[in-house]
């Protein structure tokens, strides 16, 4: 689905993107309260992995999130074998497509990732779906590391639908991390390197802005990028 919508995007609006990008996303951001709940202080990098559609806007935002160490595109919810690009496009690998993050809980709590998950990254009720991209690679989900994540989670979530923040019911699935694979390279940093690519300015770009006005105190200007990583490793 992506690629189609690539192909008719950039037949129609690359000149115009290339240029400037859109004042809105596909996906509009939503201000929603803090977390009530969240995991207690802890020394050392952890890790959280979520799932919110395509994963190049969710690891977009997270590489411009203070306090994450590396943001990592991926797959999560199915096997080895089936953890590549082609076949989890087919829709029936399980997986997700996903993005690991590793942070710094001294500098932002997995509760806060939570908040700009929910917010910014993606929108929580739109099932097996995202945007222009359909099939339940694109679900909205959390793979938790820990049963302190799970409860988290799972309490934010009843919290979100208590208070009514969204116009419908979060369709986010909560589920123990069994494995992530990364994405192959040219997934990597793919915000950073193609600003100006169609569904990127249109659906991805926008979130980041929206990162930058609702969340400016956890907002860095300079993405952690994968490659700098492996730069430094």
Not at 24 to 52: K, L, N
Not at 126 to 147: E, H, K, M, V, W
Not at 153 to 178: C, H, M, N, R, W
Request: one cysteine or more; aromatic letters at 10%.
């Amino acid at each position: 689905m992506r690629r189609s919508v690539l192909s008719l995007l950039a037949a129609t609006t690359a000149l115009t993107l290339a240029f400037a990008a859109p004042a809105r996303a596909a996906e509009d951001a939503v201000v929603i309260p803090a977390p009530a709940m969240d995991t207690a202080p802890a020394s050392g990098i952890q890790t959280a992995v979520i799932a919110g559609g395509c994963f190049w806007g969710v690891q977009g935002v997270f590489q411009h999130t203070a306090g994450v160490v590396n943001a990592v595109s991926g797959y999560a919810g199915g096997s080895k074998a089936t953890a590549d690009y082609q076949t989890v496009s087919g829709g029936r690998t399980g997986h997700a497509e996903s993005v690991e993050i590793k942070f710094d809980p001294k500098k932002i709590s997995y509760g806060k990732i939570l908040q700009i998950y929910f917010s910014v990254a993606h929108d929580p009720t739109q099932l097996n779906r995202q945007g222009p991209d359909s099939g339940t690679q694109y679900r909205s989900a959390i793979f938790t590391t820990s049963d302190e994540q799970k409860k988290v989670a799972e309490a934010y979530i009843a919290q979100l639908d208590g208070a009514k923040v969204f116009s419908k019911p979060i369709v986010t699935k909560v589920g123990a991390l069994e494995a992530f694979y990364p994405a192959e390279s040219y997934h990597q940093d793919y915000l950073t390197l193609h600003p100006s690519q169609p569904y990127i300015a249109y659906n991805d770009i926008p979130k980041v802005e929206n990162l930058k006005k609702l969340f400016a105190d956890n907002y860095i200007e300079k993405p952690t990028l994968v490659s700098a990583s492996k730069a430094t490793n």
